[in-house]
């Protein structure tokens, strides 16, 4: 299962509201997860099953979608949020992600 | 509290083997629904799975990979290992395992990562 991501790269400022999107190649149901990575750092779990909000993470990240078409929203850019963002699908194997979206700051 | 750190050489050769060990601790891949994955990035690239083990030793691998890796997971239970073969400068990347909530298809306690570098 391929998964497409867009935009690749975002500007943006805080206070700002974004939305990355995450396209898949076949029907996942809701079996799709964001995960945030900065720099350095190994990737860390936002959203899982599209919608769920991992424990402790703040609640201006938000997830939607079913079927083939996803999108995480920040709703608020905070300084912290400046990040790559990847989806992966966890529908079947083989497990595979997104391209990844690059947030920085305007 | 899950904890997981990668270990391994920081540069191997052309066409030399690849082994890579993450130590983990605060659970135990013999509890029922329990995996481990490992995930490598290139610099500059996207995330890529290569492999996955489940508590009953179930193995799943990258197709594009599947000649090339194997993963293992030890007696003791809190070690897990993933060699690759025949590697290539292609192969250089950031490597990660990662434990994976099998009920969600979440990985969600990853180690720091260990880079390797695949050089002459």
């Known amino acids: 299962i391929q998964l497409t991501q867009s935009p690749s790269s975002v500007s943006a400022s805080v206070g700002d509201r974004i939305t990355i999107t995450c396209r898949a190649s076949?029907?996942?149901?809701?079996?799709l997860v964001w995960y945030q990575q900065k720099p350095g750092r190994a990737p860390q779990v936002l959203i899982y099953?599209?919608?769920t909000l991992e424990g402790g993470v703040p609640s201006r990240f938000s997830g939607s979608g079913s079927g083939t078409d996803f999108t995480l929203t920040i709703s608020s850019l905070q300084p912290e949020d400046f990040a790559d963002y990847h989806c992966?699908?966890?529908?079947?194997?083989?497990?595979?992600f997104g391209q990844g979206t690059r947030l920085e700051m305007k | 509290q899950i904890t997981l750190k990668e270990s391994g050489p920081a540069v191997v050769k052309p066409t030399q083997t690849l082994t890579l060990a993450c130590k983990f601790s605060g659970f135990s891949l013999s509890t029922s629904g329990v995996g481990m994955v490992w995930i490598r990035q290139p610099p500059g690239k996207p995330l890529e799975w290569l492999a996955l083990?489940?508590?009953?030793?179930?193995?799943h691998y990258n197709p594009s990979l599947q000649s090339r890796l194997s993963i293992t997971k030890h007696a003791s239970n809190d070690q897990v290992t993933l060699t690759l073969t025949n590697v290539e400068p292609v192969d250089t990347g950031t490597y990660y395992c990662?434990?994976?909530?099998?009920?969600?298809?979440?990985?969600?306690?990853w180690g720091q990562g260990i880079p390797v570098t695949v050089s002459s």
């Open positions: 076949r029907d996942i149901s809701n079996w």
């Open positions: 990662a434990h994976r909530r099998t009920v969600q298809g979440v990985m969600d306690s």
């Open positions: 083990i489940y508590w009953d030793d179930d193995k």
């Open positions: 099953r599209a919608a």
């Open positions: 992966q699908q966890a529908h079947s194997l083989p497990i595979t």
